[in-house]
């Protein structure tokens, strides 16, 4: 069984910082992507940023040259460094893993329980 736990998120003025943590754990036998996803209320889930087992990084627009993906692949974690924050910014935040589980070698799709972000203005 594999899991997605989630930690970092909480209250911040706009213009703060906040880093998020999401470490993948169980029977794992490759991590193909890793990253994070956010959903406002009212919006659809969407894309922040994943990264790749190889390093290749893929940012949302909104978050481009602000936000920080990075992974440790010995850990199987992922985290997201967030600066210059703004309220728009405001959701929960969804770790997201594409692996492939080590006891029936079938890769799909994971997420976490989600963190909420709250950027005040």
């Known amino acids: 069984q594999v899991q997605l736990v989630e930690s970092g998120g909480g209250l911040v003025q706009a213009g703060g910082s906040l880093t998020l943590s999401c470490a993948a754990s169980g029977s794992i036998f490759s991590t193909n992507i890793m990253g994070w996803f956010r959903q406002a209320p009212g919006k659809q889930r969407e894309l922040v940023a994943t990264?790749?087992?190889?390093?290749?990084?893929n940012y949302a627009d909104s978050v481009k040259g602000r936000f920080t993906i990075s992974r440790d692949n010995a850990k199987n974690t992922v985290y997201l460094q967030m600066n210059s924050l703004k309220p728009e910014d405001t959701a929960v935040y969804y770790c997201y893993a594409y692996l492939r589980d080590s006891d029936y070698k079938r890769t799909q799709n994971y997420w976490g329980q989600g963190t909420q972000v709250t950027v005040s203005s």
């Open positions: 990264v790749t087992s190889s390093g290749t990084i």
